[in-house]
Structure formats: C-alpha cells, structure tokens
C-alpha cells in the first residue's frame, strides 16, 4: 500500500496541473495561439534552466558509477535503434513516428527520478541525483535525432547535428554539465534567480499540455496508444530490468534503473515535439496514458522486485 501511496502523490501534482490547463481552456483564459506562445517559452527558456539547474545541483560527476553508466546508455541506445525500426512498421506518418519513437526510450526521470528513488531506497539517493548530469542530456540527443529525422523524411547528417547544437534543452543540459566539471559556483544571488526560474518550468509544461488535451481524438490514436503503454511501462522494464538483475544490479542502483526504464513518458516530450513538428496530439496524449497507468505498473514493478529482496 505504501508503494501505492508513493506512486499516487508523485503521479497525482501532474493530473492535477493538467486538469488546471484543461479548464482554463474550456473557460478561454487563452485561446490555443495564447498557449502556443507560452509552450514555445517553456521549450526554449524555462526547461532549459530546469535542467541546467537539475544538472549543476549534482555537484559531484567524478563520483559517477560507470558500470551503470555503462548499462544505461546501452539501453536507452537499444531501445531507440529497436523503436527506429519498429514504428516503420506500425506507422506510415513520420509525425507519429517520431513521437511514438521518443515515447519508448524518453521517461520522466528528470521529474519523478528522484522522488521515487529516495522512497524506494528509505534514504536520500545521491546517485539517482548524479544521474541526472547522464540520463537528461542523453534523453534529449536522442529525441532531437529521432524527431529530426522523422520530420526532414531523410538522414541528413549535418542537419542533425544543427538541430542537436542548437536544442535548447541540450544547450541547458550541456551547460549544466560544463559547470559542474569544471567545479564553476554561481553566485548566490544568480543562483536564486536560476532556481527560480527552473521551478516554473514543470508547472508551465503541465499546464500546457493540459490545454493541450481533447478526448475527442483519443479515438483516432488507439493502436498508437496501446502501443506506447505497453513498451513504455511494461516491455521495456521487463527486458532491462531482468538484464540488469542478471548483472548484479541491486539496491539503489537497481532502483534507478526502475525509475530510468519503467517511468512515464516525459511531459517535455510534449514540448519538443510540438516545436519540432511532432504530432502533437499524439506526444500529449502519449504523456497522459503513461501517467495513468504508470500508478498500476510502478506499483507492481516495486512491489516485485521488494519480494525477490532486490532493493
């Protein structure tokens, strides 16, 4: 029950945000070119200082686990070359296609990471915290390259690596990373700013998407739907999370991985997506099902591994 609980009060600030964005569209506090504008903010300013502020508050890369490091990468990168070719298959709309892509490897570390961690391990997790400085910026290359290549219909090397360097998550993420190696301190007065900014980012991103929701297509995206839940919350954890069992991972480390593999889709893939001509119904609705059921899946995934003694 107290699994539950967690998985509630971690998932439950999220729907509350996006029913707040959901009504204030139905009352017309703004029309959709009014939540458009503030997208494209949260996109290009306020996640990007969410994660450098994320990334900078690490401190200590040097203390990073390679090995499971190591794992890490070599999962998300498994997942992305596996789902590059699967949604060929599924789909025959590159908007859809980049969405569905970015939804199998791209979780909700940056949000629920933490959090659910430090439950899971009844202590304050410096590493699910480290982590953040590896998990994000690889999240964001990644789904610059799958949403890029989705939306250009080709592989265009140079424009890749254009649309990567000019990302604005990647730049926040990268940013973040240069400062904690080189050990750069902000002053305090710039650091409350920075933090101050980084805090609306989530709610903003939340409350567009919300606008963002109609139930009225949910129809129209059923299979995709289907699809996205049961990779993102179901198949995914169970291949990696079994692997990584078999490797020795165990306690916090094992933890993360839950977190990294079996967490919902991120809510700054809605953003990205539609700033880089994504279906953006799609990338909304993706977040929506995920946090949904990722009440009944984390639950499960948590209470599994607590009775094989793994945490």
Avoid at 87 to 116: C, E, H, M, T, W
Avoid at 140 to 158: D, H, K, Q, Y
Avoid at 173 to 200: C, N, Q, R, W, Y
Avoid at 265 to 271: K, N
Wanted: aromatic share 14%.
């Amino acid at each position: 029950m107290e699994s539950l609980r967690l998985s509630f009060s971690a998932i439950m600030p999220i729907f509350l945000l996006m029913l707040l964005g959901y009504v204030l569209r139905l009352l017309k506090v703004s029309d959709k070119r009014g939540f458009d504008t503030v997208n494209r903010l949260v996109f290009r300013v306020f996640l990007p200082t969410l994660l450098f502020y994320n990334i900078y508050c690490t401190k200590r890369i040097e203390s990073l686990d390679f090995r499971l490091i190591g794992y890490i990468c070599v999962g998300v990168l498994a997942i992305f070359f596996f789902g590059y070719f699967f949604v060929r298959l599924i789909s025959g709309d590159n908007r859809k296609r980049g969405v569905i892509l970015q939804s199998f490897f791209r979780s909700n570390y940056a949000i629920l990471g933490i959090p659910l961690v430090n439950y899971i391990c009844g202590k304050t997790s410096g590493l699910a915290s480290i982590l953040v400085s590896v998990v994000i910026p690889l999240f964001n290359v990644l789904a610059v390259i799958c949403l890029e290549r989705f939306r250009s219909g080709r592989a265009n090397p140079l424009r890749l690596l254009g649309g990567i360097l000019s990302n604005p998550l990647i730049i926040g993420s990268l940013l973040g990373v240069l400062l904690v190696h080189f050990g750069i301190v902000l002053p305090p007065t710039l650091e409350k700013a920075v933090s101050d900014v980084a805090g609306l980012a989530t709610p903003l991103a939340i409350i567009t998407l919300g606008a963002s929701f109609t139930f009225s297509s949910i129809g129209g995206y059923l299979k995709e739907l289907f699809i996205i839940v049961f990779t993102r919350l179901f198949f995914v954890p169970l291949i990696l999370l079994s692997i990584a069992v078999m490797l020795g991972f165990r306690g916090e480390a094992l933890a993360c991985l839950l977190v990294i593999f079996g967490a919902p889709v991120a809510v700054s893939s809605f953003s990205m997506a539609q700033q880089m001509g994504g279906d953006e119904q799609l990338a909304a609705q993706a977040v929506v099902m995920t946090s949904v059921f990722c009440l009944f899946s984390l639950f499960g995934w948590i209470f599994f591994l607590n009775q094989l003694q793994l945490f």
